[in-house]
């Protein structure tokens, strides 16, 4: 079973050779089996990669992230042909109903809210019974955007009526990093299922490739929050991101059980893909600690 992600975030020449990653850089050379791999993160625009490496990340099903000069993840490899039969997939993606579609967006929120409410409690805020109370008020397609009102609450009691989302700070930048890891996991998984990420359920914005992703990810935003939380004093480094990654094998509970957090998203994706499809019902992500 998969359970590496590997970092490159110096310049060097990856390139495959009899099932391994080969990294060389100066006149060292490491090897890795692919089957270790789960996710690869090229944190470096002086990554040189043989396009033979990339047909075989792609053919094992192997994440591989891209990251700008600004070290932020900007781009991703993903395969067409990841489910033998993702036609019949998509055609069922395109026609899930509007109904099912509003409700299991309902669900998502308040499970997403929930779970930011279990972190302000954790952290012994006051705003903790507010935010709880928004989850009994969210109607069929959060019609009232109680997500929003519940956020804005949730983000001043984490980091200060002062901290806005997506201003150019160190704490927003951590935030935004391993929301994208978050993001390119789950946007696999989909494609791993046979389906197509742009199709939403809620996220309909004719320029993101990610909608269904988006709408997928929000319970799992308060583990990326919570380490962020705890960790906001520290230089956003690479160190810093190295030890983010390492929260993708940490456990959590789902469906009563301990598995990692990669193989909940993995079980999470599918179980979820399967209630659109009416296989099964939701099953809900509510955050403990591992």
């Not at 944190?43 to 047909?55: F, T, W």
């Not at 579609?101 to 309902?106: E, Q």
């Not at 160190?170 to 696999?188: D, E, P, V």
């Amino acid at each position: 079973m998969s359970f590496r992600t590997v970092v490159i975030s110096n310049p060097a020449k990856i390139s495959y050779k009899n099932r391994f990653l080969v990294v060389k850089q100066d006149m060292d050379e490491k090897y890795i089996h692919l089957s270790e791999i789960d996710t690869i993160i090229v944190d470096s625009i002086a990554v040189s990669i043989s396009s033979y490496l990339l047909k075989e990340l792609s053919d094992n099903k192997i994440n591989i992230i891209f990251c700008d000069e600004k070290h932020n993840p900007f781009g991703e490899l993903k395969s067409f042909y990841s489910k033998h039969n993702s036609s019949k997939k998509i055609l069922m993606q395109s026609n899930w109903s509007e109904v099912n579609k509003n409700k299991l967006w309902a669900l998502i929120v308040k499970n997403k809210i929930l779970n930011q409410a279990l972190l302000l409690n954790k952290i012994n805020s006051e705003s903790y019974n507010l935010v709880l109370s928004y989850v009994g008020e969210v109607k069929i397609d959060d019609k009232t955007n109680r997500e929003g009102h519940a956020a804005k609450v949730y983000f001043n009691s984490l980091f200060g009526k002062k901290f806005v989302r997506n201003n150019n700070d160190s704490i927003n930048a951590a935030l935004n990093y391993g929301y994208a890891i978050l993001l390119s996991t789950i946007s696999k998984e989909i494609v791993n299922n046979g389906y197509l990420t742009q199709l939403g359920i809620h996220h309909k914005n004719e320029f993101n490739e990610f909608n269904l992703a988006c709408d997928l990810m929000e319970p799992f935003r308060i583990i990326i929050d919570n380490f962020v939380y705890y960790n906001q004093t520290r230089e956003f480094d690479s160190s810093y991101k190295l030890d983010l990654l390492n929260i993708f094998n940490n456990k959590y509970n789902y469906d009563k059980k301990k598995f990692t957090l990669k193989d909940i998203l993995k079980l999470y994706v599918k179980n979820t893909l399967d209630v659109m499809d009416g296989e099964k019902e939701y099953e809900e992500f509510i955050f403990r600690e591992k």
